[in-house]
Every structure is written in C-alpha cells, then in structure tokens.
C-alpha cells in the first residue's frame, strides 16, 4: 500500500495540484487544457498503447479474450445503470442522465490509465492491453451509446435540434479517433504476425513519455476552471463510480475466474476517477455541466483512499476464494 501511494498516488496529487494551480494564477485556461487534451488523445496516447501493444505476442492477446469481454459487459452495464438512476431523479432529462453516465459511468483510462497502472503493475504489454481495452470500451462503445442517448432526448425536447444525425454517426466518429484505431491497428499488427522492428520503438517512445504527465496536469487545469456545485446528484455520481463499477468488475472476474493479475488492473481501472470526455461533452451541449464537474471532482479526491483500498479488497477476494 505504501509502495502505491508513494508511487502511483502522491506523484498524480502534485502533478495535478501544479496544473491546478497554474490554472488559478491565470498562466493556463481551459482553452490550454484542451489543447494539452489534444496532444495527448490524439498523438501520445496513441503511441503509448500502439507501441506497447505491438510488443506483445498472440498468445497474450488469446488469454485476454476475457478480460475484454468482462470489460465491454462490467463497464457498459454500470453506465447503463448510472443512466436509468439519474433518469428517475424529478427534473432530470434523457439528456442530463445521458451526461452523467459518460462521467460516472466512463473511467477516465485515457488520461489516468498509465499513470496509475505503470507505476503499481510496471511498463508491461500487459498494462497496455488492459488501458487499451478499456480505452476502447469507454471511447468507442459508451461515448457513442451516450451521444446518442443525449441526441436522442434533445431532439425530443426540440425537433429538428440535432438536424436527425445518423445513430452510427457517433460509433464512426469515435472510431475514428487515433486513441480507438491506434490499439485496434496495434491488435491486428500482432495478430498477422509481422515482426516489429526494434529500432522504430525509440520514436514512439519519446512522445509517449509526455502521455501521463500531460494528461495529469491538464486535468489539473480543467479542475481549476470550472465551477463546483455540491448537491446530492453529485454525491451519488461520485459514490456509484468509485464503489459500483469497481465492485461489478470484481464479481464478473470472480465468478468467471479471471487471471489475478489482470483482474487486480482492471478493477483500478474501473476505480478511476470519471471520464473528462464526458465534462468536455457537457461543456459543448451546455447539460449538467456544475453537477457533473462536481461529481468529478469529488472522485478524484476520493480516488487517493478508493485505489488502495480497491488493491487490498481485490487480494483479499482473490486469496479467500483461492485465486
């Protein structure tokens, strides 16, 4: 516990806190931090999972077959979950609980994912995969399913609001990001069989280095320019995400017997705090923008005693059921 507070917990605290700063003093905005955003969605870490990827073998893709399964069924049913509860809150619209699912219902593995996983588990293909895998579920499964929950109510809220965008257009969309297409063309790499030459991996190395940090301290950034607003919905948000989607995944990998070490990075991953992609769509449609900030918030401070003690239930599960 020690070596993951030190190690993985402390150093995202000061990164974030030195953004979150930088933001109050005025020498950063939120207008920088989506810029950083972009850097590290769309060049680092693609290169992170991409490189990573490729260095593994076939018969570690084949073992990970479920964990990609109990990723897409834990992760997708908690955010459908997080949906339906907000839904039934009075004054809530189809648009508002389509929000919060993006945020406490989507681990935020794109920006947190290495920086966290690497320091607790190592630089390992296998840190790649889980981080790619989830990456995959929350950007190219529950980012559309969201968006089009969300167009789906505003355009019953105002006909002809969303222009009748395609229900695919999200799911292309989203494919068509590096941070979805870069693991996937990684997979298909190692799958086929072609040698990776050894002397390309420095340069994807030097832009993946700045994926962690980048993402860590522009998080810090975005904290920093938004409003918080304390409130019940808040509260739940926060409290579905760091104990509900942890703890699904932990059963499934339970029951179906996950391998322990893959088990044990997926349910930090899931413990992650909520998804920034779900405040950046917030932001853009201008829906539950305070509530879900707050929300985030409050998990990322939570995060600091929730991934530990995740870590220690996750062994102690593993050990009593014999693992």
Not at 93 to 102: C, M, P, V
Not at 248 to 260: E, H, P, R, Y
Request: proline content about 5%.
């Amino acid at each position: 516990m020690q070596h993951v507070i030190l190690y993985a917990i402390v150093p995202i605290i000061v990164v974030m806190l030195a953004g979150f700063f930088s933001g109050k003093a005025g020498i950063f905005n939120g207008e920088d931090a989506k810029k950083f955003n972009k850097v590290v969605l769309d060049y680092a870490l693609p290169a992170a999972l991409f490189i990573s990827i490729v260095q593994s073998s076939r018969e570690m893709l084949a073992a990970d077959i479920k964990l990609s399964l109990i990723s897409l069924v834990g992760i997708m049913a908690c955010f459908m979950i997080v949906y339906f509860v907000f839904r039934m809150f009075k004054g809530n619209t189809g648009a508002d609980a389509a929000i919060s699912a993006l945020i406490s219902g989507s681990p935020t593995i794109g920006f947190l994912g290495f920086a966290v996983l690497e320091p607790i588990f190592g630089t390992t293909p296998a840190v790649a995969l889980v981080v790619a895998i989830v990456g995959i579920v929350v950007n190219a499964v529950g980012i559309p399913v969201g968006l089009s929950l969300m167009n789906a109510s505003l355009e019953k809220q105002k006909p002809g609001s969303t222009k009748g965008e395609s229900a695919w257009k999200p799911v292309i969309n989203a494919l068509e990001q590096p941070v979805a297409w870069a693991p996937i063309l990684a997979v298909v790499w190692v799958v086929v069989g072609i040698p990776w030459p050894a002397w390309l991996s420095p340069s994807f190395d030097l832009i993946k280095g700045a994926n962690a940090s980048l993402a860590v301290f522009s998080a810090g950034i975005t904290l920093s320019s938004v409003k918080i607003q304390l409130n019940w919905q808040a509260v739940l948000g926060s409290i579905l995400k760091m104990v509900m989607m942890p703890a699904v995944i932990l059963l499934l990998g339970l029951i179906f017997k996950m391998d322990v070490l893959n088990l044990k990075m997926l349910v930090v991953a899931a413990a992650l705090p909520p998804a920034f992609s779900g405040i950046i769509i917030a932001d853009e449609y201008d829906t539950y923008v305070a509530t879900g900030t707050t929300s985030l918030t409050l998990s990322v401070i939570l995060f600091v005693g929730f991934c530990p003690l995740w870590l220690w239930i996750t062994d102690l599960c593993t050990h009593t059921t014999g693992f």
